[in-house]
T-cell receptor, first 113, second 110 residues
Framework: DGGITQSPKYLFRKEGQNVTLSCEQNLNHDAMYWYRQDPGQGLRLIYYSQIVNDFQKGDIAEGYSVSREKKESFPLTVTSAQKNPTAFYLC????????????FGPGTRLLVL | EDQVTQSPEALRLQEGESSSLNCSYTVSGLRGLFWYRQDPGKGPEFLFTLYSAGEEKEKERLKATLTKKESFLHITAPKPEDSATYLCAVLKTSYDKVIFGPGTSLSVIP
C-alpha cells in the first residue's frame, strides 16, 4: 500500500532538547511538506521541499530545521529555540506540476515535559 | 491579503438533516481548491479538488461546488459517521504553497 508514515505517534520533549520527527512516503511524490496544527487554528506551513537536497521556509520556520537527502524522507527537527513546541505535526506530499493535491500522514503529537 | 475563511465554525445536525459548509477565499488567481476531512487525532483525508467556477464533485453523501469567491460542501442526509472537521484549502497560481482555512467542526447526532 502506498502512503505516508510518520513516527512516533507521540513524542515528549524536555526543555533544551532537540527532537526529530520522521516522515516517509512511498508515493513517488517529489514535494513534501511539514505543517503545525494548533487547536482552533488552520494548518501552518513550517517547511517544504520540491526536490531532493533543496527546501524552503514556510510561514513559521523559526525554531525548526529539515533535511531532504532522499526523495522518500523529510525529517523535521524541533530545536530548543522553538519555545512553544506543543502541537500536532503533520507531514504531507504531492506531485509537482499536476493536481498539486497534498496527501497527509497520520501526524505526530509533540508534548513538552 | 490572501485569506481563506470557513463558516460556520461548528455545526450540529440531526441525523438526516442536510446542510452546507462554506469556504470563502480572497486570493488572486485560483489554481485549485481542496476539501479534506479530519478526524480527531488523525491526519486530514483528501476528499475533493476543484479547479474552476461551476465545477462540482460528489462522493457518497458529500457534494462540493465552486464559484469565483467561495466553495460549498453540501452534506445530504448525514449520518453520525460524517462527524469530523472539514478543512478547505486553496492553491494560487504562481505560488507553490497551499493556504488552509481554520475548518468547520461537524457533529451529527443520532
Amino acid at each position: 500500500d502506498g502512503g505516508i508514515t510518520q513516527s512516533p505517534k507521540y513524542l515528549f520533549r524536555k526543555e533544551g532538547q532537540n527532537v526529530t520527527l520522521s516522515c516517509e512516503q512511498n508515493l513517488n511524490h517529489d514535494a513534501m511538506y511539514w505543517y503545525r496544527q494548533d487547536p482552533g487554528q488552520g494548518l501552518r506551513l513550517i517547511y517544504y521541499s520540491q526536490i531532493v537536497n533543496d527546501f524552503q521556509k514556510g510561514d513559521i520556520a523559526e525554531g525548526y530545521s529539515v533535511s531532504r537527502e532522499k526523495k522518500e524522507s523529510f525529517p523535521l527537527t524541533v530545536t530548543s529555540a522553538q519555545k512553544n513546541p506543543t502541537a500536532f505535526y503533520l507531514c504531507a506530499s504531492s506531485i509537482v506540476g499536476g493536481s498539486e493535491t497534498q496527501y497527509f500522514g497520520p501526524g505526530t503529537r509533540l508534548l513538552v515535559l | 491579503e490572501d485569506q481563506v475563511t470557513q463558516s460556520p465554525e461548528a455545526l450540529r445536525l440531526q441525523e438526516g438533516e442536510s446542510s452546507s459548509l462554506n469556504c470563502s477565499y480572497t486570493v488572486s488567481g485560483l489554481r485549485g481548491l481542496f476539501w479534506y476531512r479530519q478526524d480527531p487525532g488523525k491526519g486530514p483525508e483528501f476528499l475533493f479538488t476543484l479547479y474552476s467556477a461551476g465545477e462540482e464533485k460528489e462522493k457518497e453523501r458529500l457534494k462540493a461546488t465552486l464559484t469565483k469567491k467561495e466553495s460549498f460542501l453540501h452534506i445530504t442526509a448525514p449520518k453520525p459517521e460524517d462527524s469530523a472537521t472539514y478543512l478547505c484549502a486553496v492553491l494560487k497560481t504562481s505560488y507553490d504553497k497551499v493556504i488552509f482555512g481554520p475548518g468547520t467542526s461537524l457533529s451529527v447526532i443520532p
